[in-house]
C-alpha cells in the first residue's frame, strides 16, 4: 500500500497542536480505510446501527474531525477519482486479498479463534458506494469541504499543498512527497495506542511531519531521483518494482548512476515496466483547480437526524462532539477566514 520510503524518510514527530491555525488536505480514502481496520469490535466485526449498516467510519469521521476543529486544525478531504490505467494490477490484488481474509475471518470466528478473526476482519475492510456516500453526507453536515479528485487524491491533495491552498498533505503513505507535496502529515486521524500486527504488544501513535525539500537535502538527490528510488523498490503502478532492490539499495543506486534507467541498464537489472511512463504518473498527475475551500459550523439537527434517527448514534455523544466543533468556530466571533 503505498511507496515504502520509511527507511529514507526522517520523520518530525509532532504535537497535533503544531497544526493549530492550519488547513490540512486529508486523503479521505485512507483515512476512511484507516477508521475502518481499526473500529471494530472484539471478533473483528464493524460498527454496525440497528438495521445492519456498517458506520466505523462514521465514528471516526465525527469524532476525530470534532478534536481536529477543536485544536484549530482544518480538514479538506480529498476523494479519489478514476485511477490510472497502470493501477489496475494492484486494485485487482488488493480485492483478491481482501476476499481471502474476509474467507479467513468468517472461518477463524467460527471456530473461536478471535483474536486472528480480528486481524483477517481488518484486511477485509472496503471501502463501498454506501460507506462513501454517507462519508460525503457527513462531512457537509459537518461544514467540512470535500474535493473530487480527477484520478488520485494524494495528487490531488499534493497539488493543493504545492499552490498553497493548504498546509499540508495528510496520509499514511509517502505517495504525496512522489506527487510533490511540500509537507506530508502521517497519523493525523489516528491517536492513543496501535497493536502490532501479530504480536500482543501495542505501539505509541504520534503524528509526524515530513518536509519534501528537508528530506531531499539530506539524501543529497532531487524530487525526480526519490521517483526514481520509488520506482525501483515498487509502486501502486509497478508492485515489485525491480527484484532485489529495497530502499537503500535503490538510493545507492541513484546517487551512483542519476536515474533509475541508467542504474537499470548499467546493473543489468531486470524491469518489465517504463521507467519514464511511470515517473510521468508522479511528476504529472492529472489534478483539478475545480475545488471551493470554505468551512461551516455544523448543521447540528441534520447531523442528529443522520446519526441518531437514522444510524442509532448516542444523541449525548454526538452533541458533546458537536459542541466541541461550535466553541471553537465560534470563538470571540470571529469570521473562519479571520481566524485562520
Known amino acids: 500500500m503505498g511507496v515504502q520510503l520509511g527507511e529514507l524518510v526522517q520523520a518530525e514527530v509532532i504535537e497535533l497542536r503544531a497544526l493549530s491555525g492550519r488547513r490540512v488536505a486529508v486523503d479521505a480514502f485512507n483515512t476512511l480505510y484507516q477508521f475502518l481496520t481499526t473500529i471494530r469490535q472484539r471478533g ?21 474531525n470534532s478534536n481536529l476543529i477543536e485544536l484549530g486544525i482544518l480538514p479538506v478531504y480529498v476523494f479519489d477519482g478514476t485511477p490510472p490505467e497502470q493501477k489496475k494490477l494492484t486494485v485487482a490484488e488488493r480485492e483478491a486479498r481482501r476476499e ?11 471456530e473461536g479463534r478471535l483474536e486472528e478473526a480480528k486481524s483477517k476482519a481488518m484486511q477485509a475492510a472496503r471501502l463501498s458506494q454506501e460507506v462513501l456516500e454517507d462519508s460525503r453526507k457527513l462531512l457537509s453536515l459537518l461544514g467540512i469541504p470535500c474535493v473530487d479528485a480527477p484520478a488520485e487524491g494524494e495528487a490531488q491533495a499534493a497539488y493543493m499543498a504545492s499552490k498553497g491552498d493548504v498546509f499540508a498533505a495528510a496520509s499514511q503513505d ?10 506530508l502529515v502521517r497519523n493525523l486521524t489516528l491517536s492513543g495506542r496501535r497493536k502490532l500486527p501479530g504480536r500482543q504488544a501495542y505501539t505509541e ?37 525491480v527484484p532485489g532492490i529495497g530502499p537503500k539499495k535503490a538510493l545507492a543506486l541513484i546517487k551512483k548512476h542519476g536515474s533509475a534507467e541508467k542504474a537499470i541498464e548499467a546493473e543489468g537489472l531486470r524491469a518489465d515496466f517504463s521507467v519514464e511512463e511511470l515517473r510521468e504518473l508522479f511528476l504529472s498527475h492529472s489534478v483539478t483547480d475545480s475545488y471551493t475551500l470554505e468551512w461551516r459550523p455544523p448543521d447540528r439537527e441534520g447531523v442528529l437526524r443522520f446519526l441518531c434517527d437514522e444510524h442509532d448514534f448516542s444523541e449525548e455523544r454526538v452533541e458533546k462532539a ?19
Open 174 to 183: 509517502y505517495d504525496s512527497l512522489l506527487f510533490g507535496s511540500p509537507r
Open 322 to 340: 458537536l459542541e466541541k466543533m461550535e466553541k471553537k468556530l465560534s470563538s470571540k466571533q470571529r469570521s473562519l477566514d479571520s481566524w485562520f
Open 205 to 241: 501513535v504520534n503524528p509526524e511531519l515530513v518536509h519534501l525539500q528537508k528530506c531531499l537535502e539530506e539524501l543529497g538527490i532531487t524530487r525526480e531521483q526519490l521517483v526514481d528510488i520509488a520506482i525501483l523498490t515498487g509502486t501502486d503502478y509497478n508492485p515489485g518494482g
Open 100 to 110: 481471502q481474509a474476509q474467507l479467513a475471518w468468517e472461518q477463524a470466528l467460527q
Open 44 to 64: 473483528g466485526e464493524p460498527l454496525r446501527d440497528s438495521k445492519g449498516r456498517i458506520t466505523s467510519h462514521l465514528s471516526g469521521l465525527l469524532y476525530r
